[in-house]
């Protein structure tokens, strides 16, 4: 069971926005930045946003990220089919046992 | 080409050993923290363990602290993890990963090699 918390799947049709959510605590995402990474099928995870809303060199600027509190969010807007993927959250935790933390992950359909 | 290429993976018995690589191209892994990641087969990704940029601070996460050890040898460009007492539920693609970014964002990761752990 993840301690960051993501809904299972999102879907939209090419053009539309879709956001994703990730909730934690304050022991992850409300003292910590969040890094977003995108899992497109059979290979390894891309770094899409880190630092809570800042995207590496590459990444299209219909990407972006924002944080509030312990929940963190990932927009797509002008969704396109090749943003058919996996996305992942993460976080720091300062808890007992500290380490990184993933959310389970948001399957984006493109209908 | 910046990349990392890991190596090692294989079918282990359970309380078997093995010894994952990583080789960096492309740039210096001196200069940054660097971390392994692992993920089951059709599941989500879980953080295993990092190493600072020296060698002098790691982190476990519970689950494998005091069976995998994870080393780096700057000179050689390379990162390494030795996994000891392997159990099935080890089987997993792990992945190594850079934190350029910044020191919690895997911003370079390999292609993955499997681990998978079988009686």
Known sequence: QSVLTQPPSASGTPGQRVTISCSGSSSNIGDNTVNWYQQLPGTAPKLLIYSNNQRPSGVPDRFSGSKSGTSASLAISGLQSEDEADYYCAAWDDSLNDGYVFGPGTKVTVL | ????????????????????????????????????????????????????????????????????????????????????????????????????????????????TMVTVVS
């Open chain 2, 1 to 112: 080409q910046v990349q990392l290429v890991e190596s090692g993976g294989g079918l282990v018995r359970p309380g078997g050993s093995l010894r994952l690589s990583c080789a960096a191209s492309g740039f210096s892994i001196g200069h940054y923290f660097m971390s392994w990641i692992r993920q089951t087969p059709g599941k989500g990704l879980e953080w295993i363990s990092y190493i600072n940029n020296r060698g002098s601070v790691v982190y476990y996460t519970d689950s494998v602290k005091g069976r995998f050890t994870i080393s780096r040898d700057n000179a050689k460009n390379s990162l390494f993890l030795q996994m000891s007492g392997l159990r099935p539920e080890d089987t997993a693609v792990y992945f190594c990963a850079s934190q350029r970014k910044s020191p919690d964002a895997f911003d370079i990761w390999g292609q993955g």
